[in-house]
C-alpha cells in the first residue's frame, strides 16, 4: 500500500507528464425533470473504488454524496495499515480528497455524473465531532474545492455546508435538501448505562442543538418553496434512534423540531435519505409518539460503498419495514412519474455486482395529508424521543 506522500508524488508526475483530466459533470439545467438519482455514504479513499462504473450504469442525473465520502481521520500506520487518527492540520485532510481522485474510475465516474454533497464525521475531519472540531473551517473548504463550490456561491460565504438545489418543472419539481449534521451540533453524550445499545445517551436539554439557529432558519424558509418532491439528505438516521450511535434521536428535541418544520410548512413529498450505519435499510414513521407530519416519513439508509460493516449485528429499529443488511451498498431514487396510478418513487439499494439488496416503492400522493390518516400502528411506540419535547 502507498503512503499518501509517495502517492502526492504519483500525482504530482501525473499532472506535469498528462493532459488535464475531463472536467466535472455540469448539474443539469433547473427545468430538467429528474428520474433517476444514485446516492452512498462510507468511501475508504484507500480501497479499490470499483462501484462507480456500477452507479454510472445506472445513468443517474445526480449522485448524492451524503457523508464519509473519504476518511480524513485514518492514516498509515508504520505497517502501511491505515488507522484511526486524528489529522494534525488541513494538509492531512486534503490528502485523502487527493488519494480519491487520483482513482482512475473516480475521475471517469466525476466526468459523467453531476456530484451534490454533504459531509459527515470522517470527512469532516474526526470521528462523531461536531462544532468542537478546530479544523472545520479548512475542512469546510476542502469539502467545497472537492465538489467545484464556485468561489463566488452563497455555501462559501455562510457557515457549513448546507444546501439546497430544484429541478423541474411544474407538477414534478424535486428538490434536493443536504442537511449539515456537524458545523453547528453540539458534542454527544457517553451514555452511562453499559447495557444500553450504542455509544450514546439523549440530550435533552432543550438549547442543545445539531442544525444552529442560522441553519434552521434556513431550512424552515426551504421547506417553504415550491417542490413535489423533496429529498432531504441527512448524514446520520432521522428516524431510527434505538441503537445508541449517532442520529437525530441524540437530541430528542431537535428531531422532533424537525418533524414539527416539515408540519407548519406544509410541505409535500418529504422522503430522507441517509448514511453513516454501515448498513442499508428502510424504516418509516406514520404519525407515532405524535409526529405531527400527516403522512408517512420514509428515511432510506445507504451505507458503506466500499466500508460495510463487518459485525453482523441486528440493531433495534421499531420503524424498520424489512431486513437490515450490512453488505456493500449504494441508494438509487427512481422515480417514475408516468405511473398509471400517479407518480411513483422507488428506492433501490444495490450491491457491488449491481444485485437489488432491497427494494421500497412508495407513491407520491401518499406523501400527502389527504390520503393518510395519522393512526399509530398496533405496536405502541412507548420511549420514542420527541413526544414531550419543547420546540424551540
Given at each position: 500500500m502507498l503512503h499518501r506522500f509517495e502517492l502526492h508524488c504519483f500525482i504530482l508526475?501525473?499532472?506535469?507528464?498528462?493532459?488535464?483530466?475531463?472536467p466535472p459533470a455540469a448539474l443539469p439545467p433547473a427545468d430538467t425533470e429528474l428520474t433517476t438519482i444514485a446516492f452512498g455514504s462510507c468511501n475508504?479513499?484507500?480501497?479499490?473504488?470499483?462501484?462507480?462504473?456500477?452507479?454510472?450504469?445506472?445513468?443517474?442525473?445526480?449522485?448524492?454524496?451524503i457523508g464519509d465520502n473519504v476518511y480524513a481521520d485514518s492514516r498509515p500506520n508504520e505497517q502501511g495499515r491505515m488507522v484511526?487518527?486524528?489529522?494534525?492540520?488541513?494538509?492531512?485532510?486534503?490528502?485523502?480528497?487527493?488519494?480519491?481522485?487520483?482513482?482512475?474510475?473516480?475521475?471517469?465516474?466525476?466526468?459523467?455524473?453531476?456530484?451534490?454533497?454533504?459531509?459527515d464525521d470522517h470527512d469532516y475531519g474526526l470521528n462523531d465531532a461536531g462544532r468542537e472540531w478546530h479544523l472545520k473551517e479548512e475542512s469546510k473548504e476542502i469539502l467545497l474545492?472537492?465538489?467545484?463550490?464556485?468561489?463566488?456561491?452563497?455555501?462559501?460565504?455562510?457557515?457549513?455546508?448546507?444546501?439546497?438545489?430544484?429541478?423541474?418543472?411544474?407538477?414534478?419539481?424535486v428538490q434536493v435538501i443536504l442537511l449539515d449534521t456537524r458545523w453547528f451540533r453540539d458534542p454527544l453524550l457517553p451514555k452511562i448505562n453499559d447495557q444500553a445499545p450504542g455509544r450514546y445517551r439523549q440530550n435533552s436539554d432543550p438549547e442543545s442543538t445539531i442544525l444552529g439557529t442560522d441553519q434552521w432558519k434556513w431550512l424552515e424558509k426551504t421547506l417553504n418553496e415550491p417542490a413535489d418532491l423533496r429529498i432531504i439528505g441527512s448524514?446520520?438516521?432521522?428516524?431510527?434512534?434505538?441503537?445508541?450511535?449517532?442520529?437525530?434521536?441524540?437530541?430528542?428535541?431537535?428531531?422532533?423540531?424537525?418533524?414539527?418544520?416539515i408540519a407548519r410548512s406544509k410541505a409535500e413529498g418529504v422522503v430522507f435519505?441517509?448514511?453513516?450505519?454501515?448498513?442499508?435499510?428502510?424504516?418509516?414513521?406514520?404519525?407515532?409518539?405524535?409526529?405531527?407530519?400527516?403522512?408517512?416519513?420514509?428515511d432510506f439508509t445507504s451505507s458503506g460503498l466500499n466500508?460495510?460493516?463487518?459485525?453482523?449485528?441486528?440493531?433495534p429499529n421499531l420503524f424498520r419495514t424489512g431486513p437490515s443488511l450490512r453488505e456493500a451498498n449504494?441508494?438509487?431514487?427512481?422515480?417514475?412519474?408516468?405511473?398509471?396510478?400517479?407518480?411513483?418513487?422507488?428506492?433501490?439499494a444495490r450491491d457491488d455486482e449491481d444485485r437489488i439488496l432491497m427494494a421500497q416503492a412508495v407513491e407520491l400522493s401518499s406523501l400527502r395529508p389527504s390520503v393518510h390518516a395519522v393512526d399509530p400502528p398496533p405496536e405502541a411506540r412507548d420511549g420514542v424521543p420527541g413526544a414531550d419535547a419543547r420546540d424551540r
Open positions: 508526475a501525473a499532472v506535469l507528464g498528462s493532459v488535464d483530466a475531463a475508504r479513499e484507500d480501497r479499490p473504488q470499483s462501484f462507480w462504473p456500477i452507479i454510472a450504469d445506472a445513468d443517474p442525473q445526480l449522485c448524492l454524496l484511526a487518527m486524528e489529522p494534525r492540520n488541513a494538509a492531512e485532510i486534503r490528502e485523502a480528497y487527493d488519494e480519491l481522485e487520483s482513482s482512475e474510475q473516480w475521475k471517469t465516474f466525476r466526468s459523467t455524473v453531476p456530484i451534490l454533497a454533504t459531509w474545492d472537492f465538489v467545484d463550490e464556485p468561489a463566488d456561491s452563497s455555501r462559501r460565504a455562510r457557515e457549513g455546508v448546507h444546501h439546497s438545489w430544484t429541478f423541474g418543472p411544474d407538477g414534478r419539481r448524514s446520520v438516521q432521522v428516524v431510527p434512534w434505538e441503537h445508541g450511535w449517532e442520529c437525530w434521536g441524540n437530541f430528542p428535541h431537535e428531531r422532533r423540531r424537525l418533524f414539527d418544520a435519505i441517509s448514511g453513516d450505519r454501515h448498513l442499508v435499510e428502510v424504516s418509516c414513521t406514520r404519525g407515532e409518539d405524535g409526529i405531527p407530519v400527516p403522512y408517512p416519513l420514509w466500508e460495510p460493516q463487518s459485525v453482523r449485528v441486528t440493531e449504494f441508494g438509487l431514487l427512481r422515480i417514475d412519474w408516468e405511473a398509471p396510478t400517479g407518480p411513483v418513487v422507488t428506492f433501490e
